[in-house]
């Protein structure tokens, strides 16, 4: 059960077809597309029946009313005048659609990550967001925190030290 919801959960969040899913992440389970597929239809069903939805599906329907509303973009991108993220390289293509949407009418935005430190591409996310955020917003200025500031000098000669004897 686990195995298939993380199935359905990557198609949203990699906004992939069931079938790139599973060649890319899951080929022994290629030889039950069509079943997979039937299964999948039915869970949407059985949602939609109950009123139900995954986390996922906020996030989905988000972008789609988004995508939909030119005033619902617009309302929201002047409510939410300055949007921040935080672990930017942790977001999926999903969730990177909605930041873009949402700051449609401002760009006001910014985000804080490090693409060397993504750790959820399981669940979708995309270090590649934080590779390309200056060519969905180019105008946003970047600017890198190449000195380490969490730790001094002689706590990381010992972590190395301890490292290096590993």
Request: aromatic share 10%; charged share 30%; hydrophobic share 40%.
């Amino acid at each position: 059960k686990r195995t298939i919801c993380s199935i359905f959960s990557m198609m949203v969040n990699k906004d992939s077809a069931l079938e790139e899913v599973l060649k890319a992440s899951y080929p022994h389970f290629i030889d039950e597309l069509a079943a997979l597929e039937e299964l999948y239809g039915a869970f949407e069903e059985f949602k939609r029946a109950r009123h139900l939805l995954t986390y996922d599906d906020l996030l989905l329907r988000l972008r789609e009313a988004l995508e939909a509303s030119p005033e619902l973009r617009r309302m929201l991108s002047e409510q939410y005048r300055y949007i921040m993220v935080d672990e930017y390289q942790d977001t999926n293509r999903l969730q990177a659609r909605i930041v873009r949407l949402l700051t449609e009418a401002h760009d006001n935005v910014a985000v804080v990550g490090d693409e060397c430190q993504s750790i959820y591409s399981f669940r979708g996310a995309s270090h590649r967001n934080m590779l390309e955020f200056p060519e969905l917003f180019p105008a946003a200025q970047v600017i890198k925190l190449e000195e380490n500031f969490r730790s001094t000098q002689p706590i990381l000669d010992v972590a190395n030290a301890i490292i290096s004897d590993a």
